[in-house]
């Protein structure tokens, strides 16, 4: 807006008009509204800006993949026990995180959204967040997103500037590291020895000697690790007394699994469960004796990022029948396995193998499932 002859400033004006009269008695009055006219535009548009700001930050903008339409997992028990909890008592934060500006943590989720933990090595950081974010663990100081010292899970809040927001469904592990086992042991726990630990180099970085593991301990074993599995599912097979046990899981392989589960829903199968035959297996067991069929020396299952699983609603440690004939054949392995192959297709960083095996020795048709990086599949005959 211009008036002519007319300085914007009223205190500019003042000075002009005392010192050199350039404004008539009725000059000034029109002036002197339209200057309030302005301001009253300036301080109305501005109300209206913070209005809008607030209106956008209780919008929720951001819907990690898989949390809109996706049923409900199974609650979480009792039982699971992480480190430390914020409860309700925790004391109301003076602002609020918005879930847009917690947006950085959303890909840990994985592309289900389904995904509950991020691992790491003590004291290493776990995600890069945005400058002036700290993660707040209760009972030690805020970090820039580091990994608490001492091994296991860990519920936390982030916090920005004066704001805190306690983070639900999803835990920090800490690792023990692999330099903590002693002749291929962490305490009792016989782990043993990975390929590639004598230095020579893996065909790809998957295949590197893991750098550490996941301390499973009695308390902590019921974990939620994803919506529909729970930590000790993953654990190997053997050395039931011993604790603490040691694991390996890829968020990945959970990801992977997670999204099998949508494609089987979407096609009409009801799935509350998934049965893990087999998960994690040390290089010890997966070496050791009896039935080694299918125990490849370079089978993922040591590097925790490859699965044997039925669809097993009703938990009788057998497979259901999912393709609805009233029988368990080869055919439910199948299903399972072109539900798998269909989340391949949408998610190409989930590339992997997909094998398929026939009831055999004592279990029931299974499918194998992993995301070692690059595709592979078979008809397997044996054990997984
Ligand atoms: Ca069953
Ligand atoms: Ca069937």
């Known amino acids: 807006m211009t008036w002519p002859g007319a300085p914007l400033y009223p205190e500019q004006r003042r000075i002009h008009r005392i010192h050199r009269g350039l404004l008539t008695e009725r000059q000034e009055h029109i002036f002197t509204w339209v200057a309030v006219v ?77 995904i509950r933990f991020v691992s790491a090595l003590p ?85 590197a000697p893991p750098r550490g593991f996941i301390q499973v301990t009695p308390q902590n074993e019921d974990f939620q690790v994803s919506s529909h599995f729970r930590m000790q599912q993953f654990l190997t097979k053997d050395q039931y007394g011993v604790w603490p046990k040691y694991l390996l899981l890829d968020p990945m392989l959970l990801d992977k699994l997670e999204l099998t589960i949508d494609e089987l829903r979407r096609e009409g199968v009801r799935v509350d469960h998934v049965h893990i035959m087999s998960g994690f297996r040390t290089p010890t067991y997966n070496r050791g004796g009896g039935n080694t069929q299918g125990r490849a020396n370079l089978s993922r299952h040591m590097y925790g990022d490859a699965s044997d699983v039925y669809v097993d609603n009703n938990q009788d440690g057998y497979p259901d029948d999912i393709t609805g004939d009233g029988r368990v054949t080869i055919a439910d392995a199948e299903k399972f396995a072109r539900a798998a192959e269909r989340v391949e297709n949408a998610h190409g960083s989930l590339v992997g193998g997909i094998g398929i095996y026939p009831a055999c020795c004592g279990h029931g048709p299974f499918t194998h499932v ?15």
């Open 370 to 384: 992993d995301v070692r990086g690059f595709r592979a599949r078979w008809r397997g005959t044996g054990s997984g």
């Open 38 to 114: 302005v301001v009253m535009l300036y301080v109305t548009a501005w109300i209206a800006a913070v209005a809008d700001i607030y209106r956008i930050r209780n919008t929720p903008t951001f819907i990690a993949p898989g949390e809109h339409t996706e049923p409900a997992g199974p609650p979480a028990t009792p039982v699971q026990q992480v480190t430390s909890m914020f409860g309700p008592m925790t004391p109301a934060a003076p602002h609020l995180l918005s879930d847009a500006m917690l947006s950085f943590l959303h890909p840990l989720r994985g592309e289900s959204g389904d």
């Open 123 to 207: 004291g290493s950081r776990f995600v890069e967040a945005p400058g002036g974010a700290n993660v707040v663990i209760e009972g030690q100081d805020a970090t820039p997103f580091v990994a608490p010292r001492q091994p296991g899970i860990y519920d936390f809040a982030v916090q920005m500037n004066d704001a805190q927001k306690p983070i639900e469904d999803f835990a920090i592990i800490t690792l023990v590291p692999r330099s903590a086992r002693r002749g291929g042991q962490i305490g009792r726990y016989r782990l043993g020895f990975w390929p590639f630990e004598n230095g020579s180099m893996p065909r790809t970085d998957r295949y």
